[in-house]
């Protein structure tokens, strides 16, 4: 069951408080505790440098979903990570940016990110989530906000320079900014999908055979990479979808690692991402160039491509990826969907409104 009695700091015990943009009078709505971390999760560690704070992460919330964050006033955060796909959204490589032009990687899933400590994007080319969020804001293709404008466009809302004195005792600026945004990301825990209520040995936990069968060939297959309960290593590695990593593109995505690290044993290696809520957040990898599950398993059974640096677990036998059967294939999606969160996706205390 779920632990309330979290440690984090002298965040300990206040309570979350949720602010809707639409509040006149700017008063918050007490609900949960700031973080509930299931007990056979690791432990949640705060952030030294910018903890956890009802005001802050209530900020951060109004920040998140805010347009004026764009340099045209149309986009978001949220646009590029929608809550009912798990903080994702739905598309191989968005056109939802300032500029229409597509972008070189997939938008990836904001998912338990409170313990990705070993570097963000797809390449780990950001250490944290505050240095993160400038990416987007000043990308092109993405927000292309001027940071000092946006300044003045905060200052002058009747509620921003109030909010911002009381989550960080100053005035509107740039760190605070993306400090906000951080908070608000660093709530956004799953941990109550069919899965883990099987784990926990709670109702609703029931699984069937296929999905057991399904969860023994992960077992087998996937927890390596995909290790739980964050079904995540928050490492890097070689999956086989590429056998050359020529690329000339601004980003030198299928560099993957080795863009960042100037390594040549990291080429092809990307950021594992979690296997929670997977169901949702497809088109899959990098680029979205897998549009289903069904894609991605039969990916490793049968289109690994070999390469120095794919990873050993899947160098096995003569011939690279794993051998399933057709029923096997399906035992494993069908695990896979037992990952889905639905309470996650939903909880008010992420959305907008």
């Known amino acids: 069951?779920?632990?309330?009695?979290i440690k984090i700091g002298i965040a300990a015990g206040l309570a979350f408080m949720s602010l809707s943009c639409a509040d006149a009078d700017d008063s918050y709505q007490e609900v949960l505790p700031l973080v509930a971390v299931p007990d056979n999760f690791p432990a949640f560690i705060d952030s030294?440098?910018?903890?956890?704070s009802k005001d802050g992460i209530?900020?951060?919330k109004k920040l998140f979903f805010d347009k004026r964050l764009s340099g045209d006033n149309q986009v978001s955060c949220a646009t590029c990570h929608q809550q009912n796909l798990a903080f994702s959204d739905g598309f191989a490589l968005t056109r939802n940016g300032i500029?229409?032009?597509?972008?070189?990687?997939?938008s990836p899933a904001l998912i338990n990110l409170?313990?990705?400590?070993?570097?963000?994007?797809?390449?780990?080319?950001?250490?944290?989530?505050?240095?993160?969020?400038?990416?987007?804001?000043?990308?092109?293709?993405?927000?292309?906000q001027n940071l000092t404008e946006l300044i003045e466009e905060l200052n002058g809302d009747a509620h921003y320079p109030r909010l911002f004195k009381i989550a960080f005792g100053r005035a509107v600026n740039q760190a605070d900014i993306v400090k906000a945004i951080a908070q608000f990301e660093r709530t956004l825990i799953s941990a109550d999908s069919k899965y883990d209520k099987y784990v926990r040995g709670e109702p609703g936990g029931e699984m069937d055979e296929n999905e057991l069968?399904?969860?023994?060939?992960?077992?087998?297959f996937c927890f390596s990479c995909h290790a739980t309960p964050l079904l995540t290593d928050n490492l890097y590695h070689n999956n086989g979808i590429d056998n050359d990593f020529t690329d000339d593109t601004e980003l030198m995505s299928k560099r993957g690692r080795a863009r960042i690290t100037h390594n040549s044993n990291d080429l092809g290696k990307f950021r594992t991402p979690t296997l929670r809520n997977v169901e949702k957040t497809g088109p899959y990898m990098h680029d979205g160039r897998?549009?289903?599950l069904q894609e991605v398993v039969e990916h490793y059974n049968s289109g690994?491509?070999?390469?120095?640096?794919?990873?050993?677990?899947?160098?096995?036998?003569?011939?690279?990826?794993?051998?399933?059967?057709?029923?096997?294939k399906k035992q494993l999606i069908a695990f896979l969907k037992t990952l889905t969160d639905y309470k996650f996706l939903n909880n008010r205390r992420f959305s907008e409104l």
């Not at 069951?1 to 009695?5: H, K, L, P, Q, V």
């Not at 069968?213 to 087998?220: D, F, N, P, T």
């Not at 690994?304 to 096997?328: F, M, R, W």
Request: aromatic fraction near 6%.
């Open 213 to 220: 069968s399904g969860l023994r060939m992960a077992e087998q």
């Open 48 to 52: 030294k440098a910018n903890p956890l």
């Open 1 to 5: 069951m779920f632990n309330r009695n």
């Open 99 to 106: 500029s229409g032009n597509a972008l070189e990687r997939n």
């Open 304 to 328: 690994v491509l070999a390469s120095t640096t794919l990873d050993p677990l899947l160098q096995q036998d003569k011939k690279p990826g794993i051998s399933l059967s057709e029923i096997e």
């Open 290 to 292: 897998f549009t289903s």
């Open 58 to 60: 209530a900020l951060g």
């Open 114 to 144: 409170a313990w990705a400590g070993n570097g963000l994007f797809w390449d780990g080319g950001s250490n944290n989530l505050e240095s993160q969020a400038f990416a987007p804001l000043a990308h092109q293709d993405e927000m292309h």
